[in-house]
């Protein structure tokens, strides 16, 4: 099993930009799936995206497709999540999260979660 931190929040204006890193820790980090979630205040934890360890598909929540961008670098064994035109409504604490090769969309079934990193983006 891997641990994952994550960074790279933070306060932004609506119509602005965010990149969140994640760094997975542990054996055969390259054959997990890779995933990013959100909760904000009184809400259920939701999917925002995912990568599969292959690399070679990408999930995203409806609400963020067209502005936000997952990615891995294997090489440097970081993901990454490019956050642009940024929304009032994307204000949440941000999870990074790992599980064993494919992703899944319920959070229930991820094993390692990072501690979070809030985004906070004002109108």
């Known amino acids: 099993q891997v641990q994952v931190v994550e960074s790279g929040g933070g306060e932004v204006q609506a119509g602005g930009s965010l990149r969140l890193s994640c760094i997975p820790y542990?054996?055969?980090?390259?054959?997990?799936?890779m995933g990013w979630f959100r909760q904000a205040p009184g809400k259920e934890r939701e999917g925002v995206a995912c990568i599969a360890s292959s690399g070679t598909g990408a999930y995203y929540l409806d609400s963020v497709k067209g502005r936000f961008t997952i990615s891995r670098d294997n090489a440097r064994s970081t993901l990454y999540l490019q956050m642009h035109s940024l929304k009032p409504e994307d204000t949440a604490l941000y999870y990074c999260a790992a599980r064993w090769q494919f992703c899944s969309g319920s959070w229930r079934q991820w094993n390692s979660w990072g501690q979070g990193t809030q985004v906070t983006v004002s109108s």
């Open positions: 542990g054996s055969n980090v390259d054959l997990y799936a």
